[in-house]
């Protein structure tokens, strides 16, 4: 009788867990909601961009960046980071209009000034296929070729 009573308990556990675990997601995700959302456009000869950023109640920052080059296909994709005072560090999840079934990602920074926001430039490195920016190197603003302005959300 008390194997029956242990074997009832190992399994109806892992059930209560998983069904409080995810009552702790859903809570989570009602908390985190957007506080703030601005969106921006830029241009640079025969290129411009367009990108919307999304301010979470936890300091997260999402939304989206399209590219379209001149002369090259388009960049779509998704960013997700945070600010670190004046700077934005996102990850750039994207598809090229080439081949929409493979993502690529790329880290990008770009810094708040004057209510703009300028992409900056900076030498990134790949470890285990992930790009990051190259510690101890600097980002440069100044010869990014985007500053974003801030226009209204359609």
């Known amino acids: 009788m008390k194997n029956k009573i242990i074997c009832l308990a190992f399994t109806v556990f892992p059930f209560m867990y998983a069904c409080n675990s995810s009552d702790k997601k859903a809570d989570a995700a009602k908390i985190d909601s957007v506080v703030n959302e601005k969106c921006y456009a830029a241009s640079f000869e025969k290129d411009s961009a367009a990108m919307i950023v999304k301010t979470m109640a936890s300091g997260k920052v999402t939304g989206s960046l399209l590219i379209k080059y001149g002369d ?7 960013i997700d980071g945070k600010f670190n005072g004046d700077t934005l560090l996102v990850d750039y999840r994207f598809n090229t209009g080439i081949d929409t079934t493979k993502a690529f990602t790329n880290p990008l ?15 990134i490195e790949t470890t285990l296929g992930r790009s990051y920016f190259v510690k101890g190197k600097p980002i440069n603003y100044e010869a990014g070729k985007f500053t974003f302005d801030e226009v209204p959300c359609k």
């Open 109 to 123: 920074a770009f810094l708040k000034k004057d209510g703009k926001l300028i992409m900056g430039v900076a030498q």
């Open 72 to 78: 090259k296909p388009q960049n779509n994709g998704k």
